[in-house]
């Protein structure tokens, strides 16, 4: 038996819309496979109860097909599903690396990207590597058709995770078709900052570069007290603020020092709007691990 965690993880980071992610150092999935003559899943953990067990249905059963690596894979949950927070990716993520081992493949963590990305596309429909490359390669990461490149940042965040449930496919639905030249001039400049700052390490510039005019103003409609939340972790010395993923979580970039007081105020700020949610007080961290 294999068994690997993957780290939850954070994409888009406002101005890198499909194309930044960021591994978290927690939350995270733990999946074990065993060997079989055809793939059977079992699923535990938060969430488990939404997870279709049908290998068609199921991401890891597209990673096990892309990998002619029929097994047993048990999946235990630790990323909930819907999240903004890479559930799904962190799932196919940690059966890529497991089943790559189990069956002796070979592949390194970077030519697992794309496979693990064909998990993607069965919740989504689109392969898109933004959250699985992080999960695999760890740090903060930028994937485009050239592949994908990696910087080891060191950079403090607070991911918020409220009771809203927002599908990958209808925050993809809201996203604008066009955009002014305005506002492709003040992407590339927010997306040339964030990857300068987290070079750097610096939450300071990070947070600067998470700002976008584009996708999350959009995308900030799906989410219950979005801008109630984004004020108050400003207010409360957060240097940058936006949806992760393709929400609902809310991820703020601060200093280290700063992620309780973040954290605190977010949580009370969804509470204000009758929203439970909870806060996880994380950092960039690294990518999947085998046990
Ligand atoms: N980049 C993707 C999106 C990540 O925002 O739709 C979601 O899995």
Redesign the pocket.
């Known amino acids: 038996m294999v068994t690997v965690r993957a780290p939850a993880t954070s ?2 980071l406002g101005s890198g ?2 194309v930044f992610g960021v591994a978290l150092d927690r939350p995270a999935d733990v999946v074990h496979v065993e060997r079989a003559d055809r793939t059977t899943i079992e699923v535990t953990g938060v969430g488990s109860q939404y997870i279709p067990t049908d290998p068609n249905r199921n991401v890891v059963g597209a990673v096990a097909e892309a990998l002619d690596a029929p097994a047993h894979i048990r999946i235990d949950k630790g990323v909930r599903p819907s999240s ?1 927070l ?1 559930s ?2 962190a799932s196919s993520a940690a059966a890529a690396l497991a089943l790559n081992e189990l069956y002796d493949r070979g592949l390194s963590r970077e030519e697992l990207v794309p496979i693990a990305a064909e998990g ?1 596309a069965v ?2 429909g689109e392969a ?1 590597a ?2 699985v490359a992080p999960a695999l390669l760890g740090g903060f990461t930028v994937a485009t058709d050239e592949g994908v490149t990696t910087i080891d940042a060191d950079i403090p965040l607070v991911a918020c995770l409220p009771e809203i449930v927002v599908s ?1 496919r209808d ?2 639905r809201v ?1 604008p078709k066009q955009a002014s030249i305005d506002d492709l001039v003040h992407t590339v400049g927010r997306a040339a900052t964030l990857s300068v700052g987290m070079c750097r390490r610096d939450p300071r510039l990070v947070g600067a570069g998470m700002d976008d005019r584009v ?1 999350t103003p959009a ?1 900030a409609e799906l989410i219950t007290g979005y801008d109630e939340v984004r004020s108050a972790a400003l207010a409360a010395g957060a240097d940058g603020v936006t949806v992760s ?2 929400g609902p979580s809310i991820l703020a970039v601060c200093g280290a020092n700063d992620r309780t007081r973040v954290a605190a105020a977010m949580l009370e700020a969804f509470d204000d709007v009758d929203v439970s949610a909870q806060a996880y007080k994380t950092r960039v961290g690294s990518g999947a691990e085998i046990f």
């Open positions: 994409a888009n819309f499909d903004g890479g799904s990716a993607e919740v989504s898109h933004d959250n990958t925050a993809r996203v996708v995308r993923g393709a």
